[in-house]
């Protein structure tokens, strides 16, 4: 799954006006600590609690990505695209807000899933001139297909706001699949965000496999948008080819 409406000016009313948002500041990161250790008692992991991101625990986060998340991705085992440098600094500095939640091991303290997400503006989402510097070939095709699709779908206008909390990935360790993990990841990611201090809650996230977008779908998120793999083309040609069971693109809004 390659996969809410934040830190904007306001907000868009039916006739196009800016209205200001409530709450516009994040609550500290010590009541977001007490309120991710509330929702993890709710939820009775076995042998495992809930961890909200730092930039301590980053790296062992990407470490995880690049075992348990990225090398079964549809796009990106489409396109063979090389897990480097330039992938996983560009993949960090989107996490920079430290609002993604871990499941770890009580016993081990290895992660065994996530859900990483961070705050999007509309002004954000418009500038893809971080897309154009992108100097991996096949993760600036990734990028360019997922930019311009939401562009498509709009979902700023579609809630009329002008902040998003966007999904990037939720991934299970494998070892650990078929528990019902990722869907508690979800309802834990869902719980989390109505105590996060401002309000619209809006979220949006796409994905890219059949497995994410079942779990998107049991949590009543809405499809704004879909595009099938085989009618994607650039310069005549298809860019996703060979993406096994997966065979359309979903973009998911929900609002809170």
Not at 7 to 22: E, F, H, L, S
Not at 55 to 63: P, V
Not at 171 to 188: D, E, F, V
Request: glycine share 6%; charged share 25%; hydrophobic share 40%.
């Amino acid at each position: 799954m390659s996969d809410l409406c934040m830190k904007g000016q306001g907000t868009v009313n039916t006739a196009g006006n800016i209205m200001a948002d409530n709450n516009d500041n994040l609550r500290p990161r010590r009541e977001l600590v007490e309120v991710l250790r509330r929702i993890d008692k709710s939820l009775n992991f076995e042998d495992a609690h809930l961890e909200l991101l730092s930039n301590e625990l980053t790296d062992s986060l990407i470490l995880f990505l690049k075992e348990h998340f990225w090398p079964d991705e549809p796009l990106w085992k489409s396109l063979g695209l090389q897990i480097d440098e330039i992938v996983t600094e560009r993949f960090a500095s989107r996490l920079k807000d430290n609002l993604s939640i871990l499941l770890v091991s009580n016993t081990s303290g290895e992660i065994i899933g996530c859900s990483t997400m961070f705050l999007e503006t509309l002004n954000e989402a418009a500038d893809d001139t971080g897309i154009q510097q992108i100097k991996n070939e096949k993760l600036k095709k990734v990028r360019t297909f997922l930019g311009h699709k939401w562009k498509e779908s709009d979902v700023f206008q579609h809630f009329g706001v002008t902040r998003a909390m966007h999904f990037l990935a939720l991934a299970t360790h494998k070892n650990y699949r078929g528990r019902g993990i990722a869907s508690k990841l979800m309802q834990a990611s869902l719980e989390f965000f109505r105590e996060l201090g401002f309000t619209p809650v809006c979220i949006v996230g796409e994905c890219t496999s059949n497995i994410s977008q079942k779990i998107y779908e049991k949590f009543d998120f809405e499809n704004l948008y879909r595009v099938r793999y085989d009618e994607y083309k650039v310069n005549d040609e298809l860019v996703f080819t060979n993406t096994g069971d997966s065979k359309t693109a979903k973009f998911y809004v929900k609002q809170l």
